[in-house]
T-cell receptor, first 115, second 110 residues
Framework: EAGVAQSPRYKIIEKRQSVAFWCNPISGHATLYWYQQILGQGPKLLIQFQNNGVVDDSQLPKDRFSAERLKGVDSTLKIQPAKLEDSAVYLC?????????????FGPGTRLLVL | RKEVEQDPGPFNVPEGATVAFNCTYSNSASQSFFWYRQDCRKEPKLLMSVYSSGNEDGRFTAQLNRASQYISLLIRDSKLSDSATYLCVVNGNNFNKFYFGSGTKLNVKP
């Protein structure tokens, strides 16, 4: 079974530039998550989708971050403009059942470095 | 106060040792608890769920102490391959929402 796919795997940009990340969840998984993991910290949920609707985006910095999930499958996360503190790994995950994280699988992540 | 707190470590132990980590949580209404493992530069992967009655999987034992609001992970007979960061995950008031701890780093040395 194919896992969660993410691209790009690495991205280096300068502050104030824009960047976008893409995620393709496991087939059939209705729930999709974007997490931010800063070095030395645990993953922090940015946004959670159920199909193409947003369930939780309370920790998404909406002045610069945006996310969408087209047709309830693939998702993109955008940062515009980027700040130095956005340097982190951005993890996408998908799950079959949102109340059972044991069904949640993570993608390999996108490592972002903002200079 | 953070939802979930862990000792960052690192815990440096020799092969064959027994090591235990704790994780405290702030929300007394939390119902679901999990341990994840994260290898260096890799994504987190579910290690085990933590049930009220405890849970054992081979060399790994997870326990829940509701009175003191912490969960624990015990690793017996440590292997070099156990070296990783162990993340504690707890759900919040909304059963749909889960919080990750910052992780405890384990180094198992020959």
């Amino acid at each position: 079974e194919a896992g969660v796919a993410q691209s790009p795997r690495y991205k280096i940009i300068e502050k104030r530039q824009s960047v976008a990340f893409w995620c393709n969840p496991i087939s059939g998984h209705a729930t999709l998550y974007w997490y931010q993991q800063i070095l030395g910290q645990g993953p922090k949920l940015l946004i959670q989708f159920q199909n193409n609707g947003v369930v939780d985006d309370s920790q998404l910095p909406k002045d610069r971050f945006s996310a969408e999930r087209l047709k309830g499958v693939d998702s993109t996360l955008k940062i515009q403009p980027a700040k130095l503190e956005d340097s982190a790994v951005y993890l996408c995950a998908s799950s079959l059942d949102p109340v059972r994280p044991e069904t949640q699988y993570f993608g390999p992540g996108t490592r972002l470095l903002v200079l | 106060r953070k939802e979930v707190e862990q000792d960052p470590g690192p815990f440096n132990v020799p092969e064959g040792a027994t090591v235990a980590f704790n994780c405290t949580y702030s929300n007394s209404a939390s119902q679901s608890f999990f341990w994840y493992r994260q290898d260096c530069r890799k994504e987190p992967k579910l290690l085990m769920s933590v049930y009220s009655s405890g849970n054992e999987d081979g060399r790994f034992t997870a326990q829940l102490n509701r009175a003191s609001q912490y969960i624990s992970l015990l690793i017996r007979d440590s292997k070099l391959s156990d070296s990783a960061t162990y993340l504690c995950v707890v759900n919040g008031n909304n059963f749909n929402k889960f919080y990750f701890g910052s992780g405890t780093k384990l180094n198992v040395k020959p």
